[in-house]
């Protein structure tokens, strides 16, 4: 089933007419997604944009839509859209008095920690991801335990409460930055950064310093390998593929390009290639086509369970009922708020962080938690 296909599914029953009115002020939404929405999808989904929007605009709320938002989400209602260090960077500079996060549990908890005094909702607050249930904020307390004197990196697709034990934030976007940075602040070579295995082994070929990892996966890029990677090139020779850094490093020796989903965003649009394959969550193709529409995408069509939550429906119903309200503890949003914003500080880099392919192909070994 494509990307499309699933939030139609999701999207029914329809509320509201498909009116003129509606199919003009919704045309140049249309005129974007068209090649991954059919005609009657549309009608469905045209009067929801509408309404949300109308909605946006009385409650003076904003839509922060992740990469992985099906192409209605991202192109119809997103106010911001982005990579994870993009949407926490536009829930702290933002003035809206509520943020509707189009994305997971962990990235609503990230906008409510830098965001306290807004209220932050989140369209269906099962949205969880593998990576933050893999970790809780004892074993970090062991962890530090353990460790004394070395920096603890945590990747933002953590709890609140893990964020709240660690010393400074990340995001696949500026991982090597942050962990070089942490070390020479720290005066040390090591550097512990959770919870994602596979992230930290792909770091730990960009950097001198010394990774210690924990065994967190990410449940839709772990199911990548080489040998979907070498079906691929052998069925398109001429294709660019991108891989996210959530993969594991064998995937990453053989593809062309990783970095994080707006670094994969940032070299479609640059590089204009013929051909791409996104090794990586199914929407992200079809968001990228809608402004690239000279490229061609190849599937796979992963989908991350968590993401495909969120649909035009329960964001409608989001903002009719101010809801689900997220809710941290005070005493967890200044800890936790100290570690993402410590992430924010660092100056920006100048282009979406790459990683460079030949590093990527020599071994690294990590010490496993
Ligand atoms: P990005 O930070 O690259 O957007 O990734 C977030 C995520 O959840 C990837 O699976
Ligand atoms: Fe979590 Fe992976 Fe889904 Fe991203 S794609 S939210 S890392 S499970």
Redesign the pocket.
């Known amino acids: 089933m494509d990307d499309g296909a699933l939030s139609f599914a999701k999207a029914a029953p329809m509320a509201f007419p498909f009116t003129p009115a509606v199919e003009a002020q919704t045309a140049p939404v249309w005129d974007k997604v068209k090649s991954r929405i059919t005609p009657f999808e549309w009608r469905a989904h045209a009067p929801l944009i509408a309404e949300i929007n109308r909605l946006k605009r009385k409650k003076n709320a904003v839509i922060l839509a992740?990469n992985?938002m099906t192409p209605e989400i991202f192109h119809g209602v997103g106010d911001y859209v982005g990579d994870s260090l993009g949407l926490a960077r536009e829930a702290a500079r933002c003035d809206a008095a509520v943020i509707v996060q189009a994305?997971?549990h962990?990235?609503a908890e990230t906008s409510k920690v830098l965001a306290p005094q807004k209220r932050v909702l989140i369209p269906d607050p099962l949205?969880?991801?593998?990576?933050?249930s893999s970790i809780t904020a004892e074993d970090v307390r062991m962890i530090k335990a353990r460790y004394p004197g070395v920096p603890v990196v945590t990747y933002v697709?953590t709890t609140a409460e893990v964020k709240a034990e660690t010393d400074i934030c990340c995001t696949s976007a500026n991982a090597v930055q942050v962990v070089e940075a942490a070390a020479a602040q720290w005066g040390t070579d090591r550097c512990i950064l959770i919870p994602?295995e596979f992230l930290a082994r792909n770091v730990a070929r960009q950097t001198g310093v010394k990774i210690i990892a924990w065994a967190g996966r990410?449940?839709?890029?772990e199911r990548f390998n080489a040998a979907d990677i070498r079906e691929l090139r052998a069925a398109y020779p001429g294709a660019e593929i991108l891989a996210h850094p959530?993969c594991p490093a064998e995937v990453i020796e053989a593809s062309d390009f990783t970095g994080s989903t707006a670094a994969m965003t940032e070299f479609v649009a640059r590089r204009r290639p013929a051909q791409v394959v996104m090794i990586?969550?199914c929407s992200m193709a079809s968001n990228v086509q809608a402004d690239s529409p000279e490229t061609e995408f190849i599937g796979p069509c992963n989908l991350?369970?968590?993401?495909k939550r969120i649909t035009l429906q329960n964001i409608y119903e989001a903002l009719v009922h101010d809801r689900y309200e997220v809710v941290v503890d005070p005493a967890i949003i200044d800890r936790a708020a100290a570690a993402v914003q410590r992430m924010i500080d660092l100056p920006p880099p100048a282009q979406p962080a790459r990683y460079d392919l030949v590093k990527a192909r020599h071994h690294v070994d990590v010490e496993m938690l």
Do not use: I, K, Q, R
Request: net charge negative.
């Open positions: 992740h992985y994305g997971v962990f990235m949205a969880g991801c593998s990576l933050a697709n994602d990410c449940e839709v890029h959530e990586t969550e991350c369970p968590h993401m």
